[in-house]
């Protein structure tokens, strides 16, 4: 074989696997690059004159589903500059201490099967962790655009007649001297009574003159009561989203017609809800 031959053999030897090897890489510049699924979520910079409606409109994104995901509760709030999270096919929820996938199945109206399927299994929830809530049925935080935005970490629970506040009165039913603990929204029975913050049901059920009552503990010393209910959303035990029912309103109990009685305590001790409500 002349030298030559012998040359171009070689050449040829060495060019082979180096073909190869750019084949099977589509991006030249930099290593392998290997298939990957859908993108639940991805971030942006708020520009200068944004509204949420404008960032939900430019990305094709539910308003609710960006509230949820970003506790954008105050529209007000939104800043230059502001990274916030743009979710795809769901609401991105942060998990909370005590919240469980059984939780969030029922805040959200979707299985646990879907919630885990998203995610691609899930195990025991991770305080702080982000999962994808897939097309929610219901998005409760979004209730905060009309209740709120949240004060001091209230909404309100609903929209009523105020009929009564909160400290020294006249006893409605049985005269004399008293003291409310609470104020009362007049509504229609059947109303929607909404959580007016984050927190874990540790009562769901009759309670004396309070007839159906809801007690939602916020795990900062804080809880809130729901009264004269009618009908009950949840069950002690549960954890509930802001915004989310947790009953529908009556005339249930010690009452002069149909409202709702509704308390913010600290530590026990009742608090006027005004100051802390929006």
């Known amino acids: 074989m002349s030298k030559e031959a012998l040359v171009a053999l070689l050449l040829g030897l060495l060019l082979v696997p180096l073909l190869f090897l750019l084949l099977l890489e589509p991006d030249q510049g930099g290593p392998l690059a290997f298939p990957q699924g859908p993108t639940a979520w991805h971030s942006t910079v708020v520009q200068a004159g944004d509204t949420l409606s404008d960032i939900a409109d430019r990305y094709g994104v539910p308003l609710a589903y960006l509230v949820a995901t970003n506790d954008l509760f105050d529209p007000r709030a939104l800043l ?50 982000r999962l994808l809530i897939p097309h929610p049925s219901r998005v409760p935080q979004a209730a905060a655009l009309e209740l709120g935005p949240p004060r001091a970490g209230f909404i309100w629970p609903l929209r009523g007649r105020f009929t009564s506040g909160f400290g020294p009165r006249t006893h409605p039913v049985y005269g004399g001297s008293d003291f409310h603990t609470g104020i009362d929204l007049a509504v229609p029975v059947g109303t929607p009574v909404r959580a007016a913050a984050p927190g874990e049901v540790i009562w769901a059920g009759w309670r004396g003159n309070y007839g159906l009552l809801v007690v939602l503990d916020h795990q900062n010393g804080y809880s809130t009561y729901y009264a004269h209910l009618s009908q009950l959303r949840v069950s002690p035990g549960q954890f509930v989203e802001l915004g989310q029912v947790v009953a529908l309103s009556g005339n249930s109990g010690l009452s002069t017609g149909p409202h709702l009685h509704f308390e913010i305590r600290r530590w026990g001790e009742p608090l006027d809800p005004l100051p802390l409500l929006p």
């Open 80 to 129: 230059p500059g502001q990274e916030i999270i743009v979710p795809s096919g769901g609401v991105v929820h942060t998990v909370k201490p005590g919240q469980t996938l059984a939780d969030l199945a029922l805040t959200y109206g979707v299985t646990e099967e879907a919630i885990s399927a998203a995610n691609g299994g899930v195990g025991e929830l991770v305080p702080g962790e």
